[in-house]
Nanobody
Framework: QVQLVESGGGLVQAGGSLRLSCAIS????????VGWFRQAPGKDREFVTA????????FYIEPVKGRFDISRDNAKNTVYLQMNSLKPEDTAVYYC???????????????????WGQGTQVTVSS
């Protein structure tokens, strides 16, 4: 069973920054895709960004492009989400998720991911 542990959430003022971390227990990550999703109160969980571990390709939704940056640390089996210029509408519980299957996939679909973390709260005050 793969475990994902998120950390780094908190309360920040609009315009501020936070860095989320997602530590993955899987030893071999070469074919893994790791994504971040978020869920605001009363809303569905939505895709935010993802990274392909093997080639470093990244994917972002339009509202976070230029503000968020996803990266990976091979030595630590950890994915980071650097969030800058935060806005109140970024307030949500943020979840990391990992996909361990081969083949083509749709990166923003929740059912493409096999394991999920417990989530970390991000609150941006205006």
């Amino acid at each position: 069973q793969v475990q994902l542990v998120e950390s780094g959430g908190g309360l920040v003022q609009a315009g501020g920054s936070l860095r989320l971390s997602c530590a993955i227990s899987e030893r071999t990550l070469s074919s893994v895709v790791v994504g971040w999703f978020r869920q605001a109160p009363g809303k569905d969980r939505e895709f935010v960004t993802a990274i392909s571990w093997s080639d470093g390709n990244t994917f972002y939704i339009e509202p976070v492009k230029g503000r968020f940056d996803i990266s990976r640390d091979n030595a630590k089996n950890t994915v980071y989400l650097q969030m800058n210029s935060l806005k109140p509408e970024d307030t949500a519980v943020y979840y990391c998720a990992s996909r361990h299957r081969s083949g083509r996939y749709t990166v923003n679909r929740r059912d493409e991911y096999d394991y999920w973390g417990q989530g970390t709260q991000v609150t941006v005050s205006s």
